[in-house]
């Protein structure tokens, strides 16, 4: 079966617009470009409101615990950074989802991610259900 659009422009960029919405627009997120970032030096759980989560791991590893992928919206993401520059050796980035069950809540289907490159970078989406999907790495 074959598909066919009408003659469109089909474009993106990092930044969505829309020309198009309905209601008053009180539940729209991250117009503009504009991300929250938060700062971490110690084991945490990724919390529903994180986006961009900066990682000093100068002392020791640190954890990122994600909670289950369904406590986040669908295509929700979380940039998980190293920006102190000191990742590596055993002072790596964990990222955890290996506290849920086996059949989901995975990231590409392992428990644990981990960055140990300095100034390293991943990007992880949740598919609001049961899994958790790599989208960019740096």
């Given at each position: 079966?074959?598909?066919?659009?009408?003659r469109?422009?089909?474009?993106?960029?990092?930044?969505?617009?829309?020309s198009?919405f309905y209601?008053?627009?009180?539940?729209?997120?991250?117009?503009?470009?504009q991300?929250a970032?938060n700062?971490?030096?110690a084991?945490?759980?990724?919390?529903q409101?994180?986006?961009?989560?900066g990682?000093v791991t100068t002392?020791?590893a640190?954890?990122?615990s994600?909670?289950?992928?369904?406590?986040y919206g669908p295509?929700?993401?979380?940039t998980?950074?190293?920006?102190?520059?000191?990742?590596?050796?055993?002072n790596h980035?964990?990222?955890s989802a290996s506290?849920?069950s086996?059949?989901?809540d995975?990231i590409?289907g392992?428990g644990?991610l981990?960055i140990?490159a300095g100034?390293g970078a991943?990007t992880?989406?949740?598919d609001g259900?049961a899994s958790?999907?790599?989208?960019?790495t740096?």
């Amino acid at each position: 079966e074959e598909m066919y659009f009408p003659r469109s422009c089909f474009c993106s960029s990092g930044n969505i617009s829309a020309s198009f919405f309905y209601g008053d627009g009180s539940n729209l997120q991250n117009v503009g470009g504009q991300s929250a970032f938060n700062g971490f030096t110690a084991n945490f759980t990724v919390a529903q409101e994180s986006d961009i989560l900066g990682i000093v791991t100068t002392g020791s590893a640190i954890t990122a615990s994600l909670a289950a992928a369904s406590t986040y919206g669908p295509g929700q993401r979380f940039t998980f950074k190293d920006v102190s520059g000191s990742c590596s050796g055993s002072n790596h980035i964990v990222i955890s989802a290996s506290a849920y069950s086996s059949a989901g809540d995975r990231i590409d289907g392992q428990g644990v991610l981990k960055i140990e490159a300095g100034f390293g970078a991943v990007t992880l989406a949740s598919d609001g259900v049961a899994s958790f999907f790599i989208v960019s790495t740096s």
